[in-house]
């Protein structure tokens, strides 16, 4: 808000004078200690030997109002002004002083008498405005900011921050940002003041002050200042549109790199998808305005910035930018090579991703040329191109290659192939839940007495491929020719936990398949773990009363079951003694 700089005089006025300092510093002491009147006495004193004691003259403005003898200041500060006419913190202090005593007719007097004598100054202008509304006369304040600014002519930027502050103490957000956009359009160092200002706007009120920002004809700064303010309230895709416009005003220059590194600064206290985004933006554009090695350090900050807020597209240009750069060092080049990689293969661009494997066998490290092998082989898989993710594994002798190679076998339909190579990767190849699936499968496998099974493998690429729908029929058909101890179940319990999983689950074909099961029964490990998912989908269902039969049936027929644990965990959630999670 609006204020004196009478503290920060009254300090040097005190550090340049010693001895009328340790005065000053007694009347301070009297004031913290509440002995007002003995105070007065100390500055008064002060007076009588140097009438323009600044600090002594502001601390009786301090202590007079509160014996009631505000009136006694007024001929001081009056004789400390005829000696020092053109201090101006004289000239405010017998402003307030006026406006104290309800003066105002005299108020306006001493401020015109400034003004006639400091005719290019605006602080005659502010201080009696602010005398004005200190006394909460707000209309009063804004006609006489308006009168200044039309009596110095400088313009709309002309007491702008003091009019915008005026209207921010009445609630009046839309002319506040008018006003501060003025001002920053002036005086670009005050946009992180204005942003931080209008940044409190109430909700009602926030697209009016945008659309104060954003009118026809608003500088290339205002609309900074909008996209500032918008960036803040999480707006941040309608932000970077408006900083955008505004830098596309002109040639590039100091201050459109510093806006841009500001707004990616400001960016980073979005945590969204879009907040990420325009971040990347941000700091690309910045990236092409500064010198190297900023340059690259920025553009491999904006493609992780890009790429979390979903905008691969942009994050591959910085990418491919950045690894044609000849100065970006070894491991900016690393990363970025890794990242366009990851890129490509997440667009699809399979065929590009392996070029780009095979030729930069001297930027990508290890580690990295490992993972992006790896995620290239599922893509390949995912498209149903057995052939082409094996060639990618070719070579590669890792756990986690002998485990994907087990499911390229499983896929083609060769079971043997697939229980060897999950046997050499191991039970702890990858994370836990691929780990999981995998002895689950290799449990399924070694249930069939067949080493080939083609049909096996297609119904299982459907379900790695996302079509689960046509997986469980094709899982069904498979298990209708397999013998009942020969892995028919198994592979009616996947065809079941598939069906129950699907959006929505088909419980009803779930249900089916897992009764059929259990009516078979049977030594395996299929029975028992049908009869737990199918309580499960009928808990899911509301039905607590059957999925109790189901449990207690599985506990009882099967007690030796790894299942039964988690079915009496099951049983009672069904009951209501375990919450629902």
């Known amino acids: ?167 921010q103490r009445v609630q009046n957000w839309e002319g506040a940002a ?155 080049k690393s990363m970025a090579e890794a990242a366009l990689v990851g890129v490509l293969i997440a667009d699809g661009q399979l065929d590009a991703a392996e070029r780009r494997l095979a030729a930069e066998s001297g930027v990508l490290g290890g580690d990295d040329r490992s993972t992006l092998r790896m995620q290239l082989a599922r893509a390949r898989v995912t498209r149903g191109e057995l052939d082409r993710a094996a060639i990618v594994l070719s070579g590669d002798s890792s756990v986690a290659a002998l485990a994907e190679l087990g499911w390229i076998a499983l896929y083609r339909g060769d079971l043997r192939g697939a229980s060897d190579a999950f046997r050499a990767a191991g039970p702890y190849a990858g994370e836990r839940a691929a780990a999981t699936e995998r002895t689950a499968m290799l449990a399924l496998v070694q249930q069939i007495a067949d080493d080939s099974l083609p049909e096996l493998g297609a119904a299982l690429l459907m379900l790695a491929r996302g079509d689960s729908a046509g997986a469980v029929t094709a899982l069904r058909r498979v298990a209708s020719h397999l013998e009942p101890r020969g892995g028919r179940s198994d592979v009616l319990l996947l065809a079941g936990q598939v069906a129950a999983r699907l959006p929505p689950p088909q419980d009803g074909t779930a249900i089916a398949l897992f009764d059929e099961i259990v009516r078979a029964g049977g030594p395996g490990a299929a029975p028992p773990a049908a009869e737990l998912e199918w309580a499960r989908v009928l808990i899911r269902q509301g039905r607590a009363a059957d999925a109790v039969q189901r449990l207690e049936h599985l506990i009882l027929s099967y007690p030796g079951s790894a299942f039964v644990p988690e079915a009496r965990r099951e049983l009672e959630r069904a009951r209501g003694t375990i919450p629902r999670s």
Request: charged share 25%.
């Open 178 to 332: 008018r006003e501060w956009g003025h001002a920053v359009a002036a005086a670009p160092d005050l946009l992180p003041n204005a942003s931080s200002q209008l940044s409190e706007t109430p909700l009602p009120q926030r697209s009016k002050v945008v659309a104060a920002l954003t009118s026809p004809g608003a500088a290339p700064r205002t609309q900074r200042l909008a996209a500032e303010v918008l960036l803040g309230w999480g707006q941040a895709t309608e932000a970077w549109r408006l900083l955008e416009q505004s830098i596309a005003v002109g040639p590039p220059s100091t201050e459109t790199a510093t806006a841009l590194r500001r707004f990616a600064d400001l960016a980073g206290g979005v945590a969204t998808p879009a907040g990420h985004r325009v971040r990347g933006m941000a700091l690309s554009r910045w990236a092409d305005l500064v010198p190297s090695p900023l340059a690259e350090r920025a553009r491999a900050e904006a493609v992780r910035e890009l790429l979390d807020g979903g905008d691969r597209v942009a994050a591959r240009a910085a990418l491919e930018r950045l690894t044609a750069d000849s100065l970006a060092p070894p491991e900016a």
């Open 1 to 167: 808000m609006l204020r004196s700089l009478s503290a920060g005089i009254a300090a040097l006025t005190l550090a340049a004078t010693p001895a009328l300092g340790q005065a000053i510093g007694q009347g301070f002491e009297l004031e913290r200690s509440g002995r007002h009147a003995e105070a007065a006495g100390v500055y008064v004193t002060t007076l009588r030997t140097d009438p323009a004691n600044l600090p002594a003259l502001l601390g009786l403005e301090r202590v007079l109002p509160i014996l009631n003898r505000l009136p006694e200041l007024l001929p001081l500060v009056q004789r400390a002004r005829e000696r020092v006419p053109e201090n101006g913190t004289l000239r405010a202090l017998e402003l307030r002083v006026y406006a104290g005593m309800n003066e105002l007719d005299s108020l306006e007097a001493a401020a015109r008498r400034w003004a006639g004598a400091a005719p290019r100054s605006d602080a005659p202008y502010r201080e009696w405005a602010l005398a004005l509304a200190d006394r909460r006369m707000v209309d009063e304040a804004r006609r006489v900011l308006l009168l200044g600014r039309r009596t110095l002519g400088g313009g709309a930027a002309t007491l702008a921050i003091e009019l915008a502050e005026l209207e």
